[in-house]
């Protein structure tokens, strides 16, 4: 499973390689939404919209040109757009309906009234400038009359203008109208400004995937900015070609006068007078000079929007370039992730096999195995979690707080591990051992980096048999409490029996008997118990430590008490003082022979 694992990471590292070449090769150097107008206006600013749009997103350095050129170029056909519409308005006024025409009577009725009462106001003004007495009163009265009759006349010019522009008669009112709408396009235009406040460039991959979506993003609505542009041209170019064709169908040159400049029109026999010629060719050259005037406007505006689509390409390729740039970046955090994946594994594998060759205990290797792999284990995901999500901004006060927090919740588990470490240590306890933990006494059967397992025994006076229960501890007994360990130095603990002999019995020959016994069944263990002693004490005091037997005898009530203390294995403790009964029963038994009973009979320690 892990071979595969590593074929896999290996083939992926291969592929990001590739794609890192390609997003990395191909580095540009610098140089949304459909057509519409604004709402409220027939005069479409989609152009100037785009553009300032776009230059109000974030932008680059290298973008900084290309935003400033279309702004440029959008305020240019906006400027020529409000032309045009006020050259279409003047030049080709609605053809009013019975309606309008109505409120266009209406309107010179109400303006002759006006203009009367305005001149009868000025008379009386007049007039009561010279006059005194009762003519001065009557005159004043007079012309209150007057200016009211005025205000009615202007209100009257207000409603009729107001009626003439719904019905679409009211040219003059269409132009001014126009020119406020430039007037505040002008200047929205001139308070844009691009936004060159770029976010800081933060790392990781998530933020990585970010910014390739803004870019995503910003890349379909320049595309969407070049198509609109493009369509623009388009249909300008077949304005023009339908202005040019009209002029030319409507004027050729005079073939019988020579330079022939005038219109077919003008040039035919006319038979009306003179002053109605005059009218006619001046009517034909201002006809002439607007549909120039509007050709030379659409020549302009497709130059403008060709521009502003080639603005528009270049800044995509920008953007393209920096998109590349950022997958380019996403891959080698990619890259990082499976590197340190790969080094893990190999890693591992070659901890394994640097352990195999040490000489250590196989349960130390698979220990120290397990810590350096756990250990590692927690690195590695530290690192990839930082190579996803990056740094964090306050990285000191992030880590002081999680620190704080995770001790208090984790106070137990922290403990627990950290006794793990005691445990694997010089004066630990390793698998096998027998042990004493809170009072219960067992053989180690499990050591985890959380909690220990023995296999109950009972006492250590008791006769060390499984009581068949697992009994699980929390590590955190290594260094809040304490522990007893029958295992450790050799696994060598004192044992002790003890015998009552009658007062009639001589006990001296039975304890010369059982001492000579013991003597023989403790004399290799005890040389042995001695040296590892010696070895493991540091003080004078313990290094004369003797492991030789002792036998001790006291009167007691209706007999004499013999106690025998001998050291021996932990495993091995029950069998010889079973052995030991045996024998001083045997004796005590012969009242007729003192011949002493071997028990010389040695059992082999038994592995832990």
């Given amino acids: 499973m892990k071979r595969v694992a590593t074929i896999a990471l290996i083939i992926l590292l291969g592929l990001i390689a590739y794609e890192l070449f390609r997003t990395g090769k191909s580095q540009v150097t610098p140089a949304g939404q459909s057509p519409q107008a604004v709402h409220g206006s027939a005069i479409d600013q989609s152009s100037l919209y785009n553009a300032r749009r776009l230059a109000q997103m974030p932008t680059s350095a290298d973008e900084f040109p290309m935003a400033q050129e279309a702004l440029r170029l959008g305020d240019r056909e906006m400027d020529l757009a409000f032309a045009a519409g006020v050259r279409e308005v003047q030049e080709h006024p609605p053809v009013l309906s019975a309606q309008a025409k109505q409120s266009e009577a209406r309107l010179q009725k ?25 003519k001065a009163d009557s005159l004043q009265g007079q012309l209150d009359e007057a200016k009211v009759q005025v205000q009615l006349d202007q209100d009257e ?41 770029i976010p800081p460039d933060r790392t990781g991959l998530v933020h990585r995937y970010q910014q390739w979506s803004e870019l995503h993003d910003k890349k379909l609505q320049l595309w969407q900015a070049k198509q609109d542009a493009e369509s623009a041209a388009v249909e300008f170019t077949k304005r023009r070609d339908a202005l040019q064709s009209n002029i030319k169908t409507n004027t050729q040159p005079d073939q019988g006068t020579p330079g022939g400049g005038r219109t077919q029109a003008v040039t035919e026999d006319f038979t009306g007078s003179p002053h109605e010629a005059s009218s006619d060719l001046v009517s034909a050259t201002k006809r002439r000079s607007a549909d120039m005037k509007a050709l030379t406007s659409f020549e302009e505006r497709i130059e403008d929007q060709k521009n502003l689509a080639e603005t528009y390409r270049k800044w995509l390729d920008v953007v393209s370039a920096q998109q590349r740039s950022v997958i380019h970046r996403a891959l080698s955090g990619i890259a990082v992730i499976v590197a340190i994946l790969l080094i893990g594994i190999f890693f591992d ?21 397990a810590v350096i792999s756990t250990g590692l284990q927690i690195i590695a995901l530290g690192l990839i979690l930082l190579v996803i999500f990056g740094p964090p901004s306050q990285l000191g006060t992030i880590l002081g707080l999680a620190g ?11 403990v627990s591990f950290i006794g793990w470490f005691v445990l694997m240590g010089r004066n630990g306890i390793r698998l096998g051992d027998w042990v004493e933990i809170n009072g219960v006494t067992g053989e180690v059967i499990e050591l985890g980096m959380f909690h220990t397992v023995l296999l109950e025994t009972g006492n250590w006076t008791d006769s060390g048999h499984p009581t068949g229960r697992r009994v699980t501890f929390t590590n955190s007994f290594a260094i809040e409490g304490h522990y007893f360990n029958f295992s450790t130095s050799g696994q060598w603990l004192w044992d002790e029996l003890t015998l009552v002999l009658a007062s009639s019995q001589n006990p001296y ?88 009973v071997s028990i010389s009979e040695k059992q082999e320690p038994k592995p832990i």
């Fill in 157 to 197: 010019v207000d409603n009729a203008k107001q009626e003439l522009a719904i019905a679409g008669g009211d040219t003059q009112g269409r132009i001014e109208q126009l020119m406020k709408e430039h007037d505040d396009a002008s200047h929205v235009a001139d308070t844009t400004t691009v936004n060159t406040a």
């Fill in 509 to 596: 020959p039975i304890v010369e008997a059982i001492q000579k016994a013991v003597l023989e069944a403790t004399a290799e263990s005890a040389g042995q118990a001695e040296k590892e002693w010696q070895n493991a004490a540091h003080s004078r005091s313990m290094r004369a430590l003797s492991a030789a037997p002792a036998i001790n005898v006291k009167p007691v009530s209706g007999g004499v008490e013999i106690a025998v203390r001998y050291i021996t294995r932990a495993n091995e403790r029950y069998q010889l003082r079973s052995k030991l009964y045996q024998a001083a029963m045997n004796l005590i038994s012969k009242k007729d022979s003192l011949a002493p």
């Fill in 349 to 369: 594998s070659w901890l394994k096999r640097l352990l195999n060759k040490v000489r250590l205990d196989s349960r130390q290797a698979d220990t120290l195995h």
């Fill in 404 to 414: 704080a927090g995770l001790t208090v919740a984790l106070k137990d588990f922290i």
């Fill in 110 to 134: 109400a303006e002759k009234s006006l203009e009367a009462d305005n001149v009868r106001v000025e008379q009386l003004t007049s007039a009561l400038s010279k006059a005194t007495g009762i």
